[in-house]
Structure formats: structure tokens, C-alpha cells
């Protein structure tokens, strides 16, 4: 008996996804603000008490005002207002307010990333859209970072994907802006940036990348200006490079090699294997991550940003030091946004398992932390727990990761050499030598 597939279409007009949107928008907004309100705590979260006192005190002072002060400067903005509305006794004093108010740029930011992403996608499909859209509005760890913890990672997701959607929207300029504003909020955006840069300078006009990089560069300067009048021209060089040594642990609580040896909040001068210290092994798997995102750029059919920030970001967590269980969060998304745009079920797939994985990472973590000394039940194993997270989340990167292979080569492979010379301004290219057939899975 033969069976029958029945196909159908669905199509909204602009008036539908709006309401649709608006009540995902409110729904999720909901949720959070009930969970922020209810979830009270001053773990991580006191920094910023501190950090928005010195900041509503005066601004471009702030770093002589407050000694922990490690962000960089675009995060003092929103935190100046924080500052004033902690200045009111009706929300200081009650620590549910306070707690909306420590939280609410992180939640904001969250939310906006709904809007964005259906914005990304729509091209692939209103439903496919909206779809993710709401996944993200329902995403436990992104839910349990913002509104429950009330970290940043999702202001820097949403500058991120701003960012490399524009960058897709060839609209390059725009992009180096927002780019410039990541990694003002968030040090970890930088290792976003050699995939910027390498997609930059060989799908935009030299003329254009050249407008990027001032555009970035006016940006940068004209935010870290006013502060280094005050905290001395050397300043970027302290929050950068300061920041990053004042966590000189293999791991911090991160599911990663170092963790799985036993690393976590050991020092990264730790020795690893034979006479190599984890700080030295993290180097060499730096340089290996950063040749293999070069060369899987000019080799791979499929040139998705999505797809190589997420390897590239993945490979950066797991084997390299210094990592906190928050950094492997942004793989999450760029795992969402990949599973659209390339109709990839194992790529869903993956969304689904580091969805949980990043889940409990933050759960654990938090959990060991509340339970002060008390190490009640299963906190009197976090220790072990976390060497064995760590061993699963590793081959989770080699199911992941091979999957996000599969789609980057979908299509076959050029050879370096030809993905080079295509990457380069047309009228450089020896035009008597035909390229090069693409290989496929077939040949």
C-alpha cells in the first residue's frame, strides 16, 4: 500500500508573526522576571553592586573608584544607571528589587535576542523563524544564566549574533561597529574575532575593510577615551591582559580537558603531560585552533560563520585554560542558528545536548556554591562529578563537532590552494587556469 505524503505551506502575514512575537516577547518576559525576582542572591552579583556604585558615583572615574573592577568600559554605561537605581532605599533595601535591578539589562538583552533571531532566520522561513525564536525563549540555560545567576553572557550573544548577521547582510561596516561594542562588554568576544577578521577581509572590498577596521577603531577609542583621561592610556592593556591573569586557574569549574585531569582551580603552570604544563598545552591547542579555522574557511563549500564560530568556539573551551563554565554558552546559539540555516537535524540535535550540558554546568556550579560547607548528598561528589561531566562533554565536542564537519563539507572541498585564491578580489586571479573541479563525496 502505497503511502501518501501530504505537503502543505504555511504562511503568516507580517500582522500574525508581530502578535506572535509580541506574546512570545511577554510570555518570556514573564518567566524571567518572576525567576529574577525570586531567585535572590549576591554571588557574582555583588561585583556589580560595587561596580555600579563607583560607575553612578562618577562614570569615567570608576576604575580608580573600584579596585575589582576587571570589565571593560562599555558594560559601566548600563551599570551607571543600575547605580542610581540602587541608590533608592524602596529598591536597595528590598533585596527582590535590588535583585531586578542587578539583572534586568542581562535579562533585557535576553529577550531582545528573541526578536533577533527570528530576524536571522525568516529568510529560511517564517515558521522556522518563529521556531527558534521560541526555543531560545524556553532555553534552560540561557533562562538560568540571566535571570537566575544575572551574568552578562547574554548582552555579549546578542552583539555577537548582531553581529555576524550583518556581517552575512554584507553590510561589513555596520558589523565592525557592533564587534568593536562585544568586546568592549565581555573579554571573550575576542576569540570571536579572528573569524571576523578572516570572513571580513575576503568577502568585503579592500576599500571596505578598510572602513571597518577605522569604523572599530573610532569606536574603541571614543569609548575607552573618557576613562583613560582618568585611569592612564595603558588601561586597555590593564583590563585585557590584567583580566585575563587574574584567573590563572587550568579550569574553573568548566566541563573541559583540565577538568577532566583533575584541573579545576589548580594553576594553569600545572604539569599536564610529561614536562608540558596546561598553560603551554593550551597555547599549542590555541595555534592548532586557530590553523584549523583557517583551514577549514578555504576548504569547506559551505562558508557559514555560524558553523565555524561554533567548532572554533568549541575547540577554544574544551582545551584551552582559563575557561569558566559560562564560556561554552555561545555555542549554544550559534548551534540554534546553524541548525536552521542549514535544515540540519544533527546540528538540532547538538543544540539539544549542549543546551543541556551548559545547563548542568551552571547548576552544578551553583548548587556546590550555595551549599557553603555542607556538602549535603551529591555536592559531596561535585569534585568527581565534574571530572566525569568533563570526559562526557569531550566527546560530546567529537559527536558535535564532527556533525558541523559534515555540513561544512556538504557539498565536497576545494583545495586550499583554490579556496585561497577565490577568497581573493577577482580581478587577481590568473583567468587562463580554469578552477579546479570541487571534490565531492562521489569522486
Partial sequence: MNKQITSFNVRLDRRQVFWFLVALIGSAAILRLMIGYTAVHYFDLSFYVDWSAGAAQDLFDAYNQ????????LFLFPLFLTGKLMGFDAISSFDS???????????????AIIPLLYCVLRREGELF??????????????????????????????LLVLTFWLLTERKPVWAGFFMTLACLMKFQSLY???????????????????QTIVTGLVTALAVFFPFMQHSGWMLPWEIYFGGFKQYPGAALNAF????????NYHSADTVLIGSLTAETCSYIFIVAALVMLVFLYFTATEKSVWLLGFIFMQT??????????????????FALIACVYHKSKGMFASYLALTLMTFLNHFFVLEEVFSGDEKMAWLAKFDRITVVMSY??????????????RVLYRHGHYGFSHGFRSALPEKWHKRETPP????????
Fill in 66 to 73: 573600584v579596585e575589582n573592577l576587571d570589565y571593560p568600559p
Fill in 97 to 111: 528589587y535590588a535583585m531586578l535591578a542587578l539583572k534586568g539589562w542581562q535579562m533585557l538583552f535576553d529577550l
Fill in 129 to 158: 523563524g518563529l521556531g527558534a525564536a521560541a526555543l531560545w525563549a524556553v532555553n534552560p540555560t540561557i533562562i538560568y544564566n540571566s535571570s537566575y545567576w544575572g551574568q552578562t553572557d547574554c548582552i555579549m550573544m546578542f
Fill in 192 to 210: 570571536f574575532a579572528p573569524l571576523f577578521a578572516i570572513v571580513l577581509l575576503t568577502q568585503s572590498p579592500l576599500k571596505k575593510s578598510l
Fill in 256 to 263: 573541559n580537558l583540565y577538568s577532566a585531569n583533575g584541573l
Fill in 316 to 333: 577554544i573551551f574544551l582545551f584551552t585554560t582559563r575557561m569558566h563554565e559560562r564560556y561554552q554558552v555561545p555555542v549554544v546559539i
Fill in 392 to 405: 562526557i562533554n569531550i566527546i560530546l565536542y567529537v559527536i558535535t563537532v564532527g556533525i558541523a564537519l
Fill in 436 to 443: 579546479p573541479e570541487i571534490q565531492t563525496d562521489e569522486s
